[in-house]
């Protein structure tokens, strides 16, 4: 039985509301409903397509600015960020990101997304990658979209040295991992620089 349209658009606003990463194509999978008919309930209810959300969700949150790296050097969208703590970025493959005879996306930008972001979140002019430890675990194809979540771990033993781990995922499934040791500037210790 198909849901009503009133109480269809009630739930599709909060669903946006919990997670405004959605796109309308897995919105409409969610609702079971046409593409169409979700980009025509967003409009009736005053909610703005993805790409405006997300302008909206990083205006929201981005509390900070980052220091490591100019804006366009970053690959992919920062849409939360708090230094030295944890940060998220949405990637967005395209068929340009893709290897042509396969519809893979090729892995150095995933881990240029993953990478960026580990230097993004440090709380440093200078950050820079020693180490990192990477796993592909599926496929990422154009259409999807990454989301990355990096987090800051202490380490007392590292001297002017963090570890970052970051995890990315399209929808809930888990695409990539990475553990990124991270030289920077200031000693991690005393908080002050050399």
Same mark, same amino acid.
């Given at each position: ?73 970053? +690959? ?9 703590? $944890?940060?998220?970025?949405?990637? *967005? !493959?395209? &068929? /340009? ?36 430890? +990477? ?9 999807? $979209?990454?989301?990355?979540?990096? *987090? !800051?771990? &202490? /380490? ?39």
């Amino acid at each position: 039985m198909r849901m009503p349209k009133k109480e269809r658009q009630r739930l599709l606003g909060l669903l946006l509301e919990k997670n405004p990463f959605l796109t309308d194509e897995e919105v409409s999978d969610h609702f079971t409903v046409s593409v169409q008919t979700i980009r025509l309930d967003r409009l009736e209810c005053g909610i703005p397509e993805l790409r405006e959300r997300l302008k909206s969700v990083a205006s929201r949150t981005m509390k900070e600015e980052v220091k490591s790296l100019h804006s366009d050097e970053i +690959i992919g969208d920062i849409v939360d960020i708090e230094l030295d703590k $944890r940060a998220l970025s949405i990637f *967005d !493959v395209t &068929e /340009d990101h893709v290897f042509q005879r396969n519809g893979i996306a090729r892995g150095h930008h995933l881990f240029a997304q993953a990478n960026s972001l580990a230097v993004a979140v440090m709380d440093d002019d200078l950050a820079l990658t020693v180490k990192s430890t +990477i796993l592909f675990l599926k496929p990422v194809r154009a259409g999807d $979209r990454v989301v990355a979540r990096a *987090d !800051v771990k &202490e /380490d007392s033993l590292l001297k002017k040295r963090t570890l970052v781990e970051v995890v990315s995922k399209v929808g809930d499934e888990t695409v990539f991992t990475g553990e990124f040791y991270m030289y920077r500037m200031t000693d991690t210790q005393q908080g002050e620089s050399n």
